[in-house]
């Protein structure tokens, strides 16, 4: 029941999928942004900055 009221929500509502999209960019920036950053600092402008 979950799942079909999921599915509704994201077809009714882009924005809202965009927006979490979105969202899960910048914490995968972030995250690559620190992980590069204890990994090696001359690595950090692949970083690509929302």
Request: contains cysteine.
């Amino acid at each position: 029941c979950a799942k079909l009221l999921q599915d509704a929500e994201s077809r009714y509502s882009p924005t809202k999928r965009t927006l979490e999209d979105n969202m899960m960019k910048v914490m995968l920036n972030r995250f690559l942004a620190v992980a590069f950053k204890f990994l090696d600092p001359r690595a950090q402008h692949m970083v690509v900055q929302p």
